[in-house]
Antibody, heavy 121, light 108 residues
């Protein structure tokens, strides 16, 4: 079964850091780009970051640029998101999503169930 | 950054009726790199349409997508009870991907 499972979310104080992980199974991980998408409670979807199949191309939303870092370990079939200088505006459910192709510029055909990040003192 | 504006915000319809959802981009979406997703409460989004008009695997043919440039449409020919949900468009043709704000299709 093709699956993405996120972990690492939780309650964190403003200004602190958190690292999210996404474990992939059921497909050849290093054939595809992978992305992070977040959804604040009761709000719409916001693309956060994406990484190409080999990590050679990365992209970030302006709202997280300079604070978040995306990475992947193809040997471990895993995707990561290092989040620094967190603020209340980063509170959201964070999904990882698989792109249809190897490059970042494609739609997302597989989604995880998300991991919740709450930034509060 | 390409801004996507979806309309209407909410669509109130009855099962069996047709639905037309609009997505307008602030700039041309290159190569029709436009997708549509369906999201139900408590669930992750599901890909319906990509490349503006290509149905994803397993998506019923009552869902269709059309458009190019800056104007795109998702059409649901006859609403089934399971189609009542929120729909998002997404452009993936630029270096910064973006989603529209969503259209909620609710039961009238």
């Amino acid at each position: 079964e093709v699956q993405l499972v996120e972990s690492g979310g939780g309650l964190v104080q403003p200004g602190r850091s958190l690292r999210l992980s996404c474990a992939a199974s059921g497909f050849t991980f290093d054939d595809y780009a992978i992305h992070w998408v977040r959804q604040a409670p009761g709000k719409g979807l916001e693309w956060v970051s994406g990484i190409s199949w080999n990590g050679g191309t990365k992209g970030y939303a302006d709202s997280v640029k300079g604070r978040f870092t995306i990475s992947r370990d193809n040997a471990k079939n895993s995707l990561y998101l290092q989040m620094n200088s967190l603020s209340a505006e980063d509170t959201a459910l964070y999904y990882c999503a698989k792109a249809i192709a190897a490059t970042m510029n494609d739609a997302f055909d597989i989604w995880g169930q998300g991991t919740m990040v709450t930034v509060s003192s | 950054e390409i801004v996507l504006t979806q309309s209407p915000g909410t669509l109130s319809l009855s099962p069996g009726e047709g639905a037309t959802l609009s997505c307008r981009a602030s700039q041309t979406v290159s190569s029709s790199y436009l997708a549509w997703y369906q999201q139900k409460p408590g669930q992750a989004p599901r890909l319906l349409i990509y490349g503006a008009s290509r149905r994803a695997t397993g998506i019923p043919d009552r869902f269709s997508g059309s458009g190019s440039g800056t104007d795109f449409t998702l059409t649901i020919s006859r609403l089934e009870p399971e189609d009542f949900a929120v729909y998002y468009c997404q452009q993936y043709g630029s270096s910064s991907l973006t989603f529209g704000g969503g259209t909620k299709v609710e039961i009238k």
